[in-house]
């Protein structure tokens, strides 16, 4: 029923990043929808030298090549799959962004009626300093096991477990006596990952999804501003798509989209939409004219990231 159009900015159009600039300040309210080019722009790229560097033996034994395709893979047995995807949380959970870009888009909403829906499971909205309040992380977290049955509706924090995996991990396999038992049932552990119908929506979940649902109710009408970043087409129907229709169910509403190689808007909201094409840090950059642009070359980047990094402990902190 819409029909996508192409995008009307690039990465260099100061036009657009006005406009934006302007739509932040002006809304009422701003709805953040984070999908995966969010977390790629804030370092957590799956392939490359990254993959290289923490799973160069894996790809030699099984031969994938990039981390995407390592969690696919159908290991043999328990010890192995658990050494690959204990690596994979820890560098993809528990370790830091390497560009600033969440601290930056949290600087931009700061002190606005916000709120986020992700499909990155992740973490790193907590880890900027968001609201956790304000957060629905609605496909789960890497952070978190559950039950593979599931026989009941709880979670639990994986930390301790995933540093010891991959402490104690020899020739790509953990100790048996490593392997994760569901406390109550003693079946194996998952992640609390939405993959199939097995998904644990535990109490956090559903308050998230309950605060977000309110929030959409309360802003119903109102100049709000659905800012979509990073989002693909893997799972297109629960930001995407969802907030197209509801800017064109608004006329107050404006919908903007950063993402790079598919920022497009269907062209029943044309007159409310803004696209941009591009790295989302770097064009953040531009949007906050407080953070010089010398961070835009990969180069600058480096020199400026200590530079940015007190701006922002020194803006999260205020
Ligand atoms: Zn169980």
């Not at 600039?21 to 799956?46: P, Q």
């Not at 953990?174 to 109490?203: H, Q, S, W, Y």
């Not at 197209?244 to 006329?251: F, G, I, L, R, S």
């Not at 044309?270 to 950059?285: N, P, R, V």
Request: glycine share 8%; proline share 3%.
């Amino acid at each position: 029923m819409i029909r996508k159009k192409k995008p009307i900015a690039n990465g260099n159009d100061k036009i657009q990043f006005k406009r934006l600039k302007t739509e932040i300040e002006a809304a009422d309210a701003i709805v953040i929808g984070g999908g995966a080019g969010l977390s790629a722009s804030a370092g957590f790229t799956y392939q490359g030298q990254r993959f290289q560097k923490h799973f160069r033996e894996f790809e030699k034994k099984y031969g994938f090549h990039d981390m995407y395709s390592g969690g696919f893979y159908p290991y043999q047995t328990a010890e192995e799959y658990w050494a690959y995807w204990s690596r994979y949380i820890q560098i993809n959970r528990y370790e830091n962004a390497t560009t600033l870009v969440y601290g930056m888009l949290l600087n931009l909403v700061k002190g606005k009626d916000y709120f986020v829906i992700t499909t990155n499971v992740d973490h790193c909205f907590q880890k900027a300093g968001f609201d956790k309040k304000r957060l629905f992380y609605m496909q789960g977290d890497y952070g978190l096991f559950q039950c593979s049955k599931p026989c009941c509706q709880k979670t639990y924090d994986n930390k301790k477990w995933i540093d010891r995996m991959v402490e104690e991990q020899i020739n790509m396999r953990i100790p048996t006596e490593l392997i994760p038992k569901c406390p109550v049932c003693g079946r194996p552990m998952t992640m609390n990952l939405r993959t199939d119908d097995r998904f644990v929506e535990d109490a956090g979940w559903h308050h998230a999804a309950l605060r977000y649902y309110d929030f959409i109710q309360r802003h119903k009408g109102l100049r709000i501003l659905f800012l979509e970043l990073g989002v693909g087409y893997n799972t297109p129907g629960i930001i995407k798509y969802s907030f197209w229709k509801m800017t064109a169910e608004n006329p107050n509403a404006m919908y903007a989209c950063i993402n790079d190689g598919e920022a497009v808007y269907p062209q029943e909201i044309e007159s409310q939409s803004i696209c941009i094409d591009g790295d989302i840090g770097k064009i953040l950059e531009e949007i906050d004219g407080r953070l010089t642009c010398n961070g835009c070359s990969d180069d600058g980047r480096e020199k400026n990231d200590k530079a940015r990094k007190a701006y922002q402990v020194k803006s999260i902190a205020s």
